[in-house]
């Protein structure tokens, strides 16, 4: 029986790299403009990290998380998300005294025992942002800003800023405490899953995706009325902010996000088109998580975007650049007697920067052309024998069809300037 990738896993092959890397390097240039840094974490930490931080009462801890005991009987997980293994960075390495904030990015897999479906693996990539250090709404803001800013880089029209404000955990308890009363009347209507977070994650039955559910809930108690004076003044903050930069925004009650850390601020950029699994990044303030994980009392503020969500969105709205021009050269030998010859040309133009490749099942010369038009190669230089009696190769414009003889190191010198 042949061996298949793993269910929930899938393999980017070329053609799909090629837009992922798109994906990275805009990511990546717009962290560059926004002064952030880069950070890489492990793959794996001690499942204990992931039980303080997303919380032990998540689905993501509780049904999704891949833990496991090592060889030497240590207890760890493959990190389902990537702010816990920054945050421990951040304590692990004394982050706190640098100077503040300290503003991280990171890019990479991450690992959720959940049901496959289009845009959803179980291993699957994200890439984040965080910023600590800073409990200023301007800080809120710039994550906002880099988020919208990055999704309009990408081509994105159609976004909606989603945007509430989770309290804290003094406005929050009575809150919770009320929700949880309002939801026991109607506790045996509710799906499994919400009768379950009745009990252990109230804030969660707001953003069940079931549609009954959400007709129950739809005339719970609002968050809004119970944040404290710091809270409001907090979110008060961000959205001025916000209308000052014309960001515009929609204030959603019900959005509450999926992990428990978050305080005030929480946000989400969900496209229209594709509905209840429209969440292309979000994320949101956490006050407390620095302190959860062991370290001193920093504020922290961050974004995760899944990368999955994002190509798939991009091909629905055919946003991606068109297929880059032909460029290179293909190396055609016409006698596998001048093989070594044509190989020394070869390197000297890859010396020169030049994408460059050659025949290597020794084919036929039609057979070499072809294969050079395929892999998108602009030119092609012929060399056999009667080029060799001549001191020269003919150089084959692919695109225009021009073909000129002439010596190698001529040749090598357009090619150089062309590209220039
Ligand atoms: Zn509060
Ligand atoms: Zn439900």
Sequence with gaps: MSIKAPRGTRDILPLEAQKW??????FKKMCCIYNMHEIRTPLFEETEL????????????NKEMYNFKDRGGRELALRPEGTAGVVRAYIEHGLYNMPQPVKLFYYGPMFRYDR??????????????????????????????????????????????????????????????????????????L????????????????????EGCRELMKDSPQLESYLCQDCRDH????????????????????????LDYYTNTAFEFISEDIGAQGSLG???RYDNLVEICGGPSVPGVGLAMGVERIALAMDREQLWPEESEPEGVFMAVQDSGLKEEALSMLYSLREKGLRADTDFL????????????????????????????????????????????????EALDILVKERS
């Design 21 to 26: 890397y798109i994906l990275e390097e805009i």
């Design 50 to 61: 992931f039980v303080r931080s997303v919380g032990e009462e998540s689905d993501v801890v």
């Design 116 to 189: 496959p479906q289009a845009g959803r693996q179980r291993q699957f990539y994200q890439m984040g942002i965080e910023i600590f250090g800073t409990r200023e709404p301007i800080a809120d803001v710039e994550v906002i800003k880099f988020t919208a800013d990055f999704f309009s880089s990408l081509g994105f029209r159609n976004l909606q800023l989603h945007i509430n404000s989770v309290g804290c955990p003094q406005c929050r308890f009575p809150y919770q405490d009320d929700l949880k009363e309002f939801a026991r009347e109607k506790l045996s209507m």
């Design 191 to 210: 799906c499994a899953d919400c009768q379950r977070r009745a009990l252990l994650n109230p804030l969660r039955l707001l953003d069940c995706k079931e």
């Design 235 to 258: 979110f008060n903050g961000v959205l001025e902010l916000l209308n000052v930069l014309n960001v515009p925004y929609y204030v959603d009650p019900y959005m509450v996000r999926g």
């Design 282 to 284: 979000g994320g949101g």
């Design 362 to 409: 020794n084919r036929s010369l039609k057979a070499q052309m072809k294969f050079a038009n395929r892999n998108g190669f602009r030119y092609v230089i012929i060399f056999g024998e009667e080029e060799k009696l001549k001191n020269q190769i003919k150089l084959r414009d692919m695109l225009k069809g021009e073909q000129l003889e002439l010596s190698f190191a």
